[in-house]
C-alpha cells in the first residue's frame, strides 16, 4: 500500500505538472528575492551598530533654514539701521525652537542630551579688531562672560557698537538684568583664551523675547548621544527632525548638519529599502502557500472517491496525513534549493550597497529554508483536515 501511494503521489505531480512548476517557479522567485534581501539587511544593519559604536558621544547639529528664501534677505538687511532702532519686545514670535519645542523635546526624550544654542555677533568697532559675541545656552542658568565683554556693558559706552538693539541687557551689581525684566547672576567672569575674542553666555530665556529673523542662521540644537545608548538613540534625531518639520515647517526647514549623520541617512534609507524588499518577498511566499494549499485542496476533493476507496482498504489516515504534507514540501523544497542556489552564486561575488559591501550568509540562507518548510507545513493543514473529516463508507453509498 505504501508503495501505492508512492506511485499515486508522483502520479499527480506528473498529471498536474504545469500548475506545481508555476508554484516552484513562484517559490523559486521569492525565495532568490528573500535570500538576497535577507543577507542584506542582516550586512547593513551591523555595518550600522558598528558605524554608531565607532561615534561614541557623538553631537550632532540641527540647523533650521526659512522655507521661503524671500522670507529674510540677509544681503538686503541693513543692520547700522536696525541696530540703532528702538527694541520691541516680542516682535517677531514666530521662532523655529522655541521654549515649548525644547521641554516637550527634553521631557520626551531624557536620555538624549538636548541643547539649544544662539549666537549673535555684536559688531563693535575696535582698535584691534576684537570679536563679541553673545551665545545664548539653554544648559545655562547663570552667566559666564569675559573681563572685556565685562567692561564693555559696565561702561555703558555704545557709541562703537553697530547692532546695539542686540544689547538687550544691562550689569546690574553682580547679575545681568534683560530689559524684559529677567534676572541672571553672574557665575563667572575670566579672561579669554584669545585677547580678540570676547564673550557672554546667558541662559536662553534671555532670546525668546528678542528673537529676530537674522538670527536664524545662527540658530541650532545640539544633541548628544551616548555610546552606551547609540544603537537605540540615534533613530530618535529623526523623531525630533519630524516633530520640529510638524510644528514649524509651514515657516522653516531643518536639516541635520552632521558629515557622518549624512552617511548614516544613506545606509538607513539602504536598510529600509531593503526591508521593504524583505517584507515584499515574505507576503510573496505566504501567497503561494495560499494558493498552493487552496490547489491542493481542489485536486483532493476531485480524488475524495479514490481517498475513500483506499481507506476502506485499510490505509492509515496517517499516511495520507504524511501524503498531504509530502506534496507542498517537495514543490518548496525544489524551489527553495534552486532560489538558494542562484542566490548564493550572485551573493558569492558580492555587491555593495550604500557602501555596505553584501556577501552571502548562512544564517539568511537557513533561516529561509525552515520558513519555506514552515509555510508548507501550514498549506498542507486545510488538506490534512478534510482527510479527517472524510467518512468513506458514507462517501461510497452515496456515490
Same mark, same amino acid.
Given at each position: 500500500?505504501?508503495?501505492?501511494?508512492?506511485?499515486?503521489?508522483?502520479?499527480?505531480?506528473?498529471?498536474?505538472?504545469?500548475?506545481?512548476?508555476?508554484?516552484?517557479?513562484?517559490?523559486?522567485?521569492?525565495?532568490?528575492?528573500?535570500?538576497?534581501?535577507?543577507?542584506?539587511?542582516?550586512?547593513?544593519?551591523?555595518?550600522?551598530?558598528?558605524?554608531?559604536?565607532?561615534?561614541?558621544?557623538?553631537?550632532?547639529?540641527?540647523?533650521?533654514?526659512?522655507?521661503?528664501?524671500?522670507?529674510?534677505?540677509?544681503?538686503?538687511?541693513?543692520? =547700522?539701521?536696525? *541696530?540703532?532702532? %528702538?527694541? $520691541?519686545?516680542? /516682535?517677531?514670535?514666530?521662532?523655529? +525652537? !522655541?521654549?515649548? @519645542? #525644547?521641554?516637550?523635546?527634553?521631557?520626551?526624550?531624557?536620555?538624549?542630551?538636548?541643547?539649544?544654542?544662539?549666537?549673535?555677533?555684536?559688531?563693535?568697532?575696535?582698535?584691534?579688531?576684537?570679536?563679541?559675541?553673545?551665545?545664548?545656552?539653554?544648559?545655562?542658568?547663570?552667566?559666564? =562672560?569675559?573681563? *572685556?565683554?565685562? %567692561?564693555? $556693558?559696565?561702561? /555703558?559706552?555704545?557709541?562703537?557698537? +553697530? !547692532?546695539?538693539? @542686540? #544689547?538687550?541687557?544691562?550689569?546690574?551689581?553682580?547679575?545681568?538684568?534683560?530689559?524684559?525684566?529677567?534676572?541672571?547672576?553672574?557665575?563667572?567672569?575670566?579672561?579669554?583664551?584669545?585677547?580678540?575674542?570676547?564673550?557672554?553666555?546667558?541662559?536662553?530665556?534671555?532670546?525668546?523675547?528678542?528673537?529676530?529673523?537674522?538670527?536664524?542662521?545662527?540658530?541650532?540644537?545640539?544633541?548628544?548621544?551616548?555610546?552606551?545608548?547609540?544603537?537605540?538613540?540615534?533613530?530618535?534625531?529623526?523623531?525630533?527632525?519630524?516633530?520640529?518639520?510638524?510644528?514649524?515647517?509651514?515657516?522653516?526647514?531643518?536639516?541635520?548638519?552632521?558629515?557622518?549623520?549624512?552617511?548614516?541617512?544613506?545606509?538607513?534609507?539602504?536598510?529600509?529599502?531593503?526591508?521593504?524588499?524583505?517584507?515584499?518577498?515574505?507576503?510573496?511566499?505566504?501567497?503561494?502557500?495560499?494558493?498552493?494549499?487552496?490547489?491542493?485542496?481542489?485536486?483532493?476533493?476531485?480524488?475524495?472517491?479514490?481517498?475513500?476507496?483506499?481507506?476502506?482498504?485499510?490505509?492509515?489516515?496517517?499516511?495520507?496525513?504524511?501524503?498531504?504534507?509530502?506534496?507542498?514540501?517537495?514543490?518548496?523544497?525544489?524551489?527553495?534549493?534552486?532560489?538558494?542556489?542562484?542566490?548564493?552564486?550572485?551573493?558569492?561575488?558580492?555587491?555593495?550597497?550604500?557602501?555596505?559591501?553584501?556577501?552571502?550568509?548562512?544564517?539568511?540562507?537557513?533561516?529561509?529554508?525552515?520558513?519555506?518548510?514552515?509555510?508548507?507545513?501550514?498549506?498542507?493543514?486545510?488538506?490534512?483536515?478534510?482527510?479527517?473529516?472524510?467518512?468513506?463508507?458514507?462517501?461510497?453509498?452515496?456515490?
Amino acid at each position: 500500500m505504501n508503495r501505492y501511494l508512492r506511485k499515486w503521489i508522483f502520479y499527480h505531480l506528473q498529471t498536474q505538472k504545469y500548475i506545481f512548476i508555476l508554484m516552484t517557479v513562484q517559490f523559486v522567485i521569492a525565495t532568490f528575492i528573500l535570500s538576497i534581501f535577507w543577507s542584506a539587511s542582516l550586512a547593513i544593519n551591523q555595518g550600522l551598530n558598528e558605524l554608531l559604536q565607532e561615534q561614541e558621544n557623538t553631537y550632532f547639529l540641527i540647523n533650521p533654514v526659512y522655507f521661503d528664501e524671500n522670507e529674510f534677505n540677509h544681503a538686503n538687511f541693513d543692520l =547700522l539701521e536696525w *541696530g540703532s532702532s %528702538e527694541i $520691541i519686545l516680542n /516682535e517677531y514670535s514666530n521662532l523655529p +525652537i !522655541n521654549q515649548n @519645542d #525644547l521641554q516637550y523635546l527634553q521631557q520626551t526624550f531624557p536620555e538624549l542630551s538636548v541643547r539649544l544654542l544662539v549666537e549673535v555677533n555684536l559688531v563693535v568697532l575696535t582698535e584691534y579688531g576684537t570679536t563679541f559675541t553673545i551665545i545664548y545656552d539653554s544648559t545655562l542658568n547663570n552667566v559666564q =562672560l569675559t573681563t *572685556g565683554f565685562y %567692561e564693555l $556693558i559696565r561702561l /555703558e559706552n555704545h557709541a562703537n557698537i +553697530i !547692532n546695539v538693539r @542686540d #544689547l538687550h541687557f544691562t550689569l546690574d551689581g553682580n547679575q545681568i538684568r534683560t530689559l524684559d525684566g529677567l534676572v541672571f547672576p553672574i557665575e563667572t567672569i575670566h579672561s579669554p583664551l584669545d585677547n580678540q575674542i570676547e564673550y557672554i553666555k546667558l541662559p536662553i530665556e534671555a532670546y525668546y523675547q528678542f528673537h529676530h529673523p537674522k538670527n536664524v542662521h545662527d540658530t541650532r540644537l545640539q544633541v548628544q548621544i551616548s555610546a552606551d545608548f547609540a544603537g537605540d538613540n540615534f533613530w530618535k534625531i529623526s523623531k525630533i527632525l519630524q516633530y520640529l518639520h510638524e510644528q514649524h515647517g509651514s515657516y522653516f526647514n531643518y536639516y541635520l548638519s552632521s558629515d557622518f549623520a549624512e552617511f548614516f541617512a544613506q545606509v538607513e534609507r539602504a536598510s529600509n529599502e531593503s526591508d521593504t524588499f524583505t517584507m515584499m518577498s515574505l507576503i510573496l511566499l505566504m501567497v503561494v502557500s495560499i494558493g498552493m494549499s487552496a490547489s491542493f485542496v481542489i485536486l483532493l476533493n476531485r480524488q475524495k472517491k479514490e481517498i475513500a476507496i483506499m481507506l476502506a482498504m485499510g490505509t492509515a489516515k496517517t499516511a495520507l496525513y504524511l501524503l498531504s504534507i509530502s506534496q507542498p514540501i517537495m514543490i518548496s523544497s525544489l524551489g527553495a534549493f534552486i532560489g538558494l542556489a542562484v542566490s548564493s552564486i550572485v551573493l558569492s561575488a558580492g555587491f555593495q550597497i550604500a557602501t555596505t559591501v553584501i556577501y552571502l550568509n548562512i544564517s539568511a540562507l537557513i533561516g529561509v529554508f525552515i520558513f519555506l518548510q514552515f509555510l508548507a507545513l501550514l498549506s498542507s493543514l486545510p488538506m490534512i483536515l478534510n482527510i479527517k473529516k472524510l467518512m468513506p463508507i458514507e462517501f461510497l453509498r452515496s456515490e
